[in-house]
């Protein structure tokens, strides 16, 4: 199974393909709208929680880490790896468009 940066689907099972157009299609959504959204006060937990677990992984982890995030999304955790001081994050997602946010995002913070 694999996709090319084309977008192509070769051998994808239907469910495959739901879920990858299920993430593509959804917006990148700016700070303030996502301060809107029902969900914020549990997204902002949910990210706290993340913080400190990641904090607590790297802490006992002597010398440089390498990080291979699965399901990376559209890189809300890029931040918390940055200031973890990771030496390098290899990061995975089944949708194109959420990898192509990713790297737009670790352009700008460099």
């Not at 977008?7 to 593509?24: I, P």
């Not at 303030?32 to 982890?61: A, C, P």
């Amino acid at each position: 199974m694999e996709q090319r940066g084309g977008g192509e689907r070769r051998n994808f099972s239907k469910e495959q393909v739901d879920v990858t157009d299920f993430y593509d299609r959804q917006k990148v959504l700016s700070f303030s709208e996502r301060q809107q959204s029902r969900m914020v006060h549990g997204r902002n937990f949910h990210n706290w929680i993340k913080s400190v677990l990641i904090d607590k992984v790297i802490t006992k982890i002597s010398g440089p880490a390498s990080v291979l995030d699965f399901c990376g999304g559209k890189g809300g955790d890029l931040l918390k790896w940055k200031s973890a001081g990771i030496s390098q994050l290899v990061l995975v997602d089944i949708s194109l468009n959420s990898v192509r946010v990713n790297i737009f995002k670790g352009s700008r913070s460099n």
